[in-house]
């Protein structure tokens, strides 16, 4: 029921920075933590990256896409190829952490209409980050204290965009992570919580961190 300081992972991210400059923003939200946010490209992507991507963007292709992905992944290699994209050095992988995606992606398998929900999620995502001037629009009517985290060895958000944000808005806090990849609160969350707090302590000043 208090204000809280948004924390948001990729689409989280955007999704956070989209609600921190929203119009109940001055009510609800007191800081952004945005954590290698879904940014707009503005550097030439991963080309393995650009092609699964645009691969899910087409109607049909998408879902054979997933169909073969789930026909013939076991859901130890489907956690493992994940880890292997976002993370920059896999061997980080918390033991406790990989045993849960494991147990959460074999129960994502039993789910009717799981695919179909992540297809219309990637695409929605790509549709909102291909509207340029709407994006930065919604960013800078963000009025709260910004933390922008970014793992440097990214593959699905090139660090390069993140420094093309942090310059276009030098008032927020941005630090770069050497060697870690897309997902820094899985890859090294003790660096990552350690930045966090803080800045909770000084610049985001809330008692309520929403994740």
């Given amino acids: 029921g208090e204000p809280a300081v948004l924390v948001g992972n990729s689409m989280g991210g955007l999704i956070s920075s989209i609600v921190a400059g929203g ?3 001055a009510d609800t939200v007191t800081g952004l933590v945005a954590i290698d946010p879904a940014l707009p490209p503005v550097a030439r992507p991963n080309p393995m990256v650009a092609g699964v991507f645009a691969t899910y963007s087409i109607p049909g292709l998408g879902e054979f896409m997933m169909r073969k992905l789930q026909g013939r992944a076991t859901p130890e290699a489907a956690v493992q190829r994940i880890l292997n994209l976002c993370f920059a050095d896999p061997s980080r992988v918390d033991p406790a952490m990989l045993a849960a995606s494991v ?3 074999r129960e994502r398998g039993t789910m009717r209409g799981n695919s ?9 995502l790509m549709w909102t980050l291909a509207q340029t001037g709407r994006h930065r629009a919604m960013l800078r009517r963000i009025g709260v204290p ?13 660090v390069a965009a ?3 944000l942090s310059a276009a808005f030098p008032a927020w806090d941005s630090v770069i992570l050497p060697g870690v990849g ?8 003790g660096q990552v919580t350690e930045i966090v707090t803080d800045r909770k302590s000084t610049r985001l000043n809330s008692s309520h961190i929403t994740i």
Avoid: C, K, N
Avoid at 116 to 124: I, K, N, V
Avoid at 182 to 189: A, G, I, N
């Fill in 182 to 189: 897309h997902t820094p609160q899985l890859e090294t969350p």
């Fill in 23 to 25: 119009d109940d923003a």
């Fill in 146 to 158: 910004v933390l922008l985290i970014h793992g440097d060895a990214d593959r699905l958000v090139p």
């Fill in 116 to 124: 179909e929900s992540f297809l219309r999620a990637t695409r929605s």
């Fill in 103 to 105: 147990a959460l992606t």
């Fill in 162 to 164: 993140a420094r093309t």
